[in-house]
């Protein structure tokens, strides 16, 4: 019998943590980039995430070896599932936050992550698909964290190698956004409600299209009618969530809560891009006021994140 302990109950959801801090970070070099934000914060802000990563999975490797039947839950658990996809997705985003000071290293970290996610990837679906104890009150927002880091691999991935190997990962992508994208309006409008502690993961909505945008936009390096297609999709989802913001703000705090984090860091990437690519001055003022959410929103999940964590409130069994 495993003897108990709170590595235990270590969450796989943690390394969706990693994915905001990254964001976090990509979003301050994209200010210094396309908005001539003169404060270089961003080194800080990759040395915090990457020590932050490393933590995270040497803990999470001492579950695997210590408790290998609760990951085995995990792995079988229809929300938990579609986290272990966030340490793929945090390899691919250390990469291109490594990729402009070390290309080969930012090679081999991209090269994992873009194997691990499609490993990922067919392993999930697979289970979705096969293993016959998944219905309609299952799905949810997470469900897209597969999708979004086959669309994110391209951002580095046009850069390093082969442009046919970014389509390949773009086109899943897109084509299960969408697909999960109806099921999703599905299950809210003609099923059961959400969880409350999984209502912060309806931000998720934002990212596939947003990060799709960051995608298609170096993949082509142009600014055309489907660009602009994407990133107005992620930008009236964003306005959906802010005019319902009252029921957000009233939740009590869960690790969900970190799901804000990531997909507003996409959109202020985005947002900067499209400042650099047309001119307008409307996005140099909306990137910049993103940003500063941004920072608001990472600053209070850090503080929340830490004192849950002091309390004992963080490593303890999850109700079902």
């Known amino acids: 019998m495993e003897k108990e302990s709170k590595l235990q109950f270590l969450p796989i959801t943690l390394f969706s943590t990693v994915m905001g801090l990254a964001g976090l970070t990509l979003a301050l070099r994209a200010a210094e980039t396309h908005l001539g934000f003169t404060a270089q914060f961003d080194g800080i802000a990759a040395g915090i995430t990457g020590s932050i990563f490393i933590v995270l999975i040497i803990f999470y490797s001492l579950?695997?070896?210590?408790?290998?039947?609760?990951?085995?839950?995990?792995?079988?658990?229809?929300?938990?599932?579609?986290?272990?996809?966030?340490?793929?997705?945090?390899?691919?985003?250390?990469?291109?936050?490594?990729?402009?000071?070390?290309?080969?290293?930012?090679?081999?970290?991209?090269?994992?992550?873009?194997?691990?996610?499609?490993?990922?990837?067919?392993?999930?679906?697979?289970?979705?698909l096969l293993s016959g104890h998944f219905h309609i009150g299952h799905i949810s927002p997470p469900w897209f964290i597969p999708v979004v880091g086959n669309i994110l691999v391209p951002v580095a991935g046009s850069k390093l190698v082969s442009i046919e190997i970014s389509w390949f990962y773009f086109s899943i992508g897109l084509l299960y956004w969408l697909v999960l994208l109806t099921l999703i309006f599905q299950r809210k409008i003609?099923?059961?409600?959400?969880?409350?502690?999984?209502?912060?993961?309806?931000?998720?909505?934002?990212?596939?299209?947003?990060?799709?945008?960051?995608?298609?936009?170096?993949?082509?390096?142009?600014?055309?009618?489907?660009?602009?297609?994407?990133?107005?999709?992620?930008?009236?989802?964003?306005?959906?969530?802010?005019?319902?913001?009252?029921?957000?703000?009233?939740?009590?705090?869960?690790?969900?809560?970190?799901?804000y984090s990531f997909p507003v860091a996409a959109l202020t990437i985005a947002t900067a891009v499209m400042f650099e690519m047309t001119s307008w001055r409307g996005y140099w003022w909306a990137a910049y006021g993103l940003l500063l959410i941004l920072i608001v929103i990472i600053a209070i999940l850090v503080i929340r994140t830490l004192s849950a964590l002091l309390k004992g409130q963080l490593l303890i069994p999850e109700e079902e």
Request: net charge positive; proline share 7%; aromatic share 16%.
């Open 63 to 128: 579950k695997t070896l210590h408790y290998p039947n609760e990951v085995k839950k995990e792995l079988k658990h229809p929300i938990k599932l579609s986290f272990f996809p966030a340490f793929s997705i945090s390899l691919i985003l250390c990469a291109m936050i490594l990729l402009p000071y070390h290309q080969k290293g930012a090679l081999m970290l991209w090269s994992a992550g873009a194997v691990i996610q499609l490993i990922f990837t067919l392993y999930v679906m697979s289970q979705w």
């Open 190 to 259: 003609g099923h059961s409600q959400l969880p409350l502690k999984l209502f912060p993961t309806l931000f998720i909505l934002i990212a596939p299209p947003a990060v799709g945008f960051l995608s298609y936009v170096n993949m082509t390096g142009q600014m055309d009618g489907f660009a602009r297609f994407l990133y107005f999709s992620a930008v009236f989802v964003a306005i959906l969530l802010v005019v319902n913001l009252q029921r957000f703000l009233r939740l009590p705090f869960f690790i969900s809560w970190w799901a």
